[in-house]
């Protein structure tokens, strides 16, 4: 969890069991898992920063794929547990794994220093998503890859904020413009190679199910949904694949 203390107020323990409770939520965290891995393929170099680690999900499963990871987060709770878990001697990710308390939009590396770079449901609780979107292009080298996801405003729970929005003309989580995140990114000089949705069927329908029936009929909706409907539409979130030129 990274850049706002909003966000602070879970315990790590607390936040990993109700982030994808469940086995539903094991489904929905899974096809994240699987999109960040094949989008990060192919970056030049064992290099990688990943931004907002929270309780390590994504962080571990790359360090796993013989990648140097290097996470970020301003919780310093989030990184003593995740320390906890994965800095243990004779750990599959032993020496693999660097963690770093910082905030992101005030990352403390020199550019051109990692060959891929993971943000993951975080950008949404910047105050100044933008600025971290160039931070990050800058500190991958040519050929390095950005994987960027961000909560997209043609979503469903889009609704629920519209009170806030009538009422203080702004959102908090944040909610993007497919179109105003593509042309951050390639505005600093990145080609975007890919853009998928995430979760045109809600997220949260799956994570109170057990049941592998109904969770199957869910999954099969899910799939024809992303092929019938655009990325953007109905998606809750949207996940950018940009290549540095």
């Not at 599959?92 to 020199?110: K, M």
């Not at 051109?112 to 991958?140: E, I, W």
């Not at 069927?201 to 899910?222: C, H, K, M, Q, T």
Request: proline fraction near 6%; hydrophobic fraction near 40%; include cysteine.
């Amino acid at each position: 969890m990274v850049g706002n203390g909003n966000r602070l107020r879970f315990n790590p323990v607390e936040y990993e069991r109700r982030a994808f409770p469940k086995r539903g939520g094991v489904i929905v965290s899974e096809r994240e898992l699987a999109d960040v891995l094949e989008l990060s393929k192919g970056s030049p170099g064992p290099y990688v920063l990943e931004i907002g680690i929270g309780t390590g999900r994504v962080l571990k499963r790359l360090a796993a794929e013989n990648l140097v990871v290097v996470g970020v987060d301003a919780d310093r709770r989030m990184i003593q547990h995740v320390a906890k878990r994965t800095q243990v001697v004779g750990e599959p990710t032993e020496g693999r794994i660097d963690l770093v308390v910082a905030e992101g939009q005030r990352l403390p590396f020199r550019e051109n220093a990692f060959g891929s770079v993971v943000c993951v449901r975080v950008l949404r609780y910047f105050h100044q998503p933008q600025r971290a979107v160039v931070d990050m292009c800058n500190l991958l080298v040519p050929g390095g890859r950005l994987v960027l996801e961000f909560a997209n405003i043609l979503r469903l729970q889009a609704i629920a904020q519209f009170p806030q929005y009538i009422s203080k003309r702004s959102l908090y989580p944040r909610l993007f413009r497919r179109r105003d995140l593509e042309y951050w990114v390639t505005s600093q000089r990145m080609q975007i190679k890919d853009l998928r949705g995430w979760h045109k069927v809600p997220p949260e329908i799956l994570s109170l199910s057990d049941n592998r029936v109904f969770l199957g009929l869910l999954s099969y909706l899910e799939v024809v949904l992303q092929r019938i409907l655009p990325p953007e539409f109905l998606s809750r979130s949207l996940v950018i694949c940009a290549v540095k030129k």
